[in-house]
């Protein structure tokens, strides 16, 4: 499974972005995940298209919605009010299971910076 994420760039405080995820495979479950300079790489959303299931991390519930275009294979993160705390590098990676640990996810996209100007 190759995985390309794309999508980031420089915003201020309280704009949206669409981050794009593109699979070489029609995926079930895929997520997104960011790392900010000097910190952990942290669960963003997930999505597990077949059930209908979506696990959002507490920091962006009501502001990030995670959704699928099952023609293009691709899944995209819409972020809405955004906050200098959101900038970080994101991103998308296909497991098994919709989960908050990275480790258990085997594929892994490049990842896609967004800043967040305040």
């Known amino acids: 499974v190759q995985l390309q994420a794309s999508g980031g760039g420089l915003v201020q405080a309280g704009d949206s972005l669409r981050l794009s995820c593109a699979a070489s495979v029609s995926t079930d479950v895929t997520a997104w995940f960011r790392q900010a300079p000097g910190k952990e790489r942290e669960f963003v959303a997930g999505f597990r298209w077949r059930r209908g299931y979506t696990l959002y991390a507490d920091s962006v519930k009501g502001r990030f919605t995670i959704s699928r275009d099952g023609a293009k294979n691709t899944v995209y993160l819409d972020m809405s009010s955004l906050k200098p705390e959101d900038t970080a590098v994101y991103y998308c990676?296909?497991?098994?299971?919709?989960?908050?640990?990275?480790?258990?996810?085997?594929?892994w996209g490049q990842g896609t910076l967004v800043t967040v100007s305040s």
């Open positions: 990676a296909v497991g098994s299971n919709v989960v908050r640990d990275s480790g258990k996810y085997a594929y």
